[in-house]
Nanobody, 125 residues
Framework: VQLQASGGGLVQAGGSLRLSCAASGRTFGNYVMGWFRQAPGKEREFVAAVRWSAGSTHYTDSVKGRFTISGDKAKNTVYLQMNSLKPEDTAVYYC???????????????????WGQGTQVTVSS
């Protein structure tokens, strides 16, 4: 599986961006897809994830109600719609995937097998 993240950019606080993660290979079915972010000097942190088999989504508290993870099977692409962006959302955003059966925790980066290259999101105040 190869993942290609895109859609980042510079936006003012309160604005929106939609990140895309295009995958070659399987990303639906028994896979879990996640989005993580890493700000300068900080550890990579969980943002959102979706378990396709269960149809469940998961978010870190700071983005609940503002971010939405979704997917398009026909395009083999996962999206992260980000609304009401805040300066503290500034980071490099990464998409990741793993087979649900081997994933120990959807919130831990080391649980994921495949990673995209990251896309920069900058929110100005």
């Amino acid at each position: 599986v190869q993942l290609q993240a895109s859609g980042g950019g510079l936006v003012q606080a309160g604005g929106s961006l939609r990140l895309s993660c295009a995958a070659s290979g399987r990303t639906f079915g028994n896979y879990v897809m996640g989005w993580f972010r890493q700000a300068p000097g900080k550890e990579r942190e969980f943002v959102a994830a979706v378990r396709w088999s269960a149809g469940s989504t998961h978010y870190t508290d700071s983005v609940k109600g503002r971010f939405t993870i979704s997917g398009d099977k026909a395009k083999n692409t996962v999206y992260l719609q980000m609304n009401s962006l805040k300066p503290e959302d500034t980071a490099v955003y990464y998409c990741a995937s793993a087979l649900q059966g081997i994933l120990s925790s959807i919130r831990i980066p080391s649980s994921y097998t495949y990673w995209g290259q990251g896309t920069q999101v900058t929110v100005s105040s």
